[in-house]
């Protein structure tokens, strides 16, 4: 079956890095494009990154937009969030998800499985 596991997360102090993973498995990982997400507590989820099939396409939110960066490597199976110059407002869970519905990058319903998420918190 689909699975979508991602890595990665942790506590980080305001201005640093981290690389998150998600590991995609049981489908043909390079025929689909696919997204982040995060969901911090109380709010709603909210779309961040896509990127196409090829990874030669990128969509951002404006609020990652210079400082974080999607990529995937088909060859592994493997969608990646390199996230930059972190804010503690960036504090939430983050999931993956495949899409699956026409071009519409922007909207949880277009995506059709999901990862657990892995927690990202950044200290001010």
Partial sequence: QVQLVE?????????????????????????????????APGKEREWIAAVTWSGLVKYYADSVKGRFTISRDNAKNTLYLQMNSLKPEDTAVYLCARHNSGSTYGEGAAYDRWGQGTQVTVSS
Avoid: H, I, N
């Avoid at 942790?10 to 390079?30: D, E, I, K, M, P």
């Fill in 7 to 39: 890595s990665g997360g942790g506590l980080v102090q305001a201005g640093g890095s981290l690389r998150l993973s998600c590991a995609a498995s049981g489908y043909t990982f390079s025929r689909y494009a696919m997204g982040w997400f995060r969901q």
